[in-house]
Each structure stands twice: as C-alpha cells, then as structure tokens.
C-alpha cells in the first residue's frame, strides 16, 4: 500500500506565487511544517499550504485544488 505524499508551500498574498518549502512528507508531517512555518515566519505576506506532492513547483500560480 502506498502512502499519499504532501508538499509544504508558501503562497506569496500579493502575487500568489508559490515557493516549495518542504517536500515529499506524511500529512502530519506536513501540517506539522506548516505550523512551524507560520509560527516562526508569520502570515504578514505569505500564507502556507499543504498540498499533494508535485503538484507545485517554485514560481507556479496558487489555485486552491
């Protein structure tokens, strides 16, 4: 059985580009690095996300999927 991957991503507010910030991780994990993230960086200018491995690279548009 294979286990479903996530992506941490940071999603600049302004300009909805995405930064790949933490790859290929169990959901708990992920969500665990997305708490870390806004804990430590804030969500002045960038919000962040988990999403399902590959699905975005450095540079992309965010498009809630």
Same mark, same amino acid.
Do not use: G, H, I, S
């Given at each position: 059985m294979s286990t479903k991957l996530y992506? #941490? #991503? &940071? #999603?600049?507010? &302004?300009?909805?580009? #995405?930064r790949v910030i933490h790859k290929n991780d169990s959901i708990e994990n992920a969500q665990a690095v997305v708490e870390m993230a806004v804990m430590r960086r804030g969500v002045e200018t960038e919000f962040f996300a988990e999403a399902e491995a590959g699905l975005y690279q450095d540079g992309d548009t965010w498009a809630a999927k």
């Open positions: 992506d #941490v #991503v &940071a #999603v600049n507010m &302004a300009t909805q580009k #995405v």
